[in-house]
């Protein structure tokens, strides 16, 4: 199944809290997970990603966590900032093939 | 900071007219795609490109879509004969390597409005 679900579709946060998105996805083809970071406007950018090999990655206020038995993976943004206000979505790449799988997305507004 | 420009930016066509969505993707990459995102949508993948080949497309990607490389530096999207459904905003993008070994950079987009 090709398909990547993602959760909640939108998420208000007070500045200075954390917040939390969460993907899960079927087909175990697929090996590397990208979150990206769309503004309106603008096209989505590369935030973080990260390959099944590992449970967690961080960079500075972004962490991926990554459950491979359950599928699933999740952004973490601490400390959310007025201009994190975006929307993120979670995909995924297949091990044979040269594409990205999208989720939903995920509209987060932090409220200052 | 080398990124990828795609024109126009905003597109309005006759339903059943042709359009062609024009992207400039970076310099030294080798693999080239189309994505769509119908409004409040997801982002969906159209198509991939290397070696001046398709090298993957979706079912969306039907004969009413080509591509094409036409010079050293330009990236094409054609729609032969747009439907209303077509009406959505098309990313192109473009990576060094293959999406799972190299960061995809997408471009600003193109809105295309089928009337």
């Known amino acids: 199944q090709q398909q990547v679900k993602q959760s909640p579709q939108s998420l208000i946060v007070q500045k200075g809290g954390i917040s939390i998105i969460n993907c899960a996805y079927e087909?175990?083809?697929?090996?590397?997970f990208p979150w990206y970071q769309q503004f309106p406007g603008k096209g989505p950018a590369l935030l973080i990603a990260?390959?099944?090999?590992?449970s967690e990655k961080k960079e500075g206020r972004f962490t991926i966590s990554f459950n491979k038995s359950a599928k699933q993976f999740s952004l973490h943004i601490m400390d959310s900032q007025p201009g994190d206000s975006a929307t993120y979505f979670c995909?995924?790449?297949?091990?044979?093939?040269?594409?990205?799988?999208f989720g939903a997305g995920t509209i987060l507004r932090v409220k200052s | 900071e080398p990124e990828v420009t795609q024109t126009p930016s905003h597109q309005v066509t006759q339903m059943g007219q042709e359009v062609i969505l024009r992207c400039v993707p970076i310099?030294?990459?080798?693999?080239f795609y189309w994505y769509r995102q119908i409004l409040g949508q997801k982002v969906e993948f159209l198509v991939s490109?290397?070696?001046?080949?398709?090298?993957?497309k979706s079912e969306i990607f039907d004969d009413q879509f080509s591509v094409e490389r036409p010079d050293g530096s330009n990236f094409t999207l054609k729609i032969r004969s747009t439907k209303l459904e077509d009406s959505a905003m098309y990313f192109c993008?473009?990576?060094?390597?293959?999406?799972?070994?190299?960061?995809?950079?997408f471009g600003q987009g193109t809105r295309l409005t089928v009337v």
């Open positions: 087909n175990t083809a697929f090996d590397y």
């Open positions: 993008a473009s990576s060094e390597e293959g999406t799972r070994n190299t960061e995809a950079f």
């Open positions: 990260i390959r099944p090999d590992v």
């Open positions: 310099s030294n990459h080798l693999y």
């Open positions: 995909a995924a790449s297949p091990r044979y093939g040269n594409k990205l799988v």
């Open positions: 490109f290397y070696n001046n080949e398709i090298s993957e």
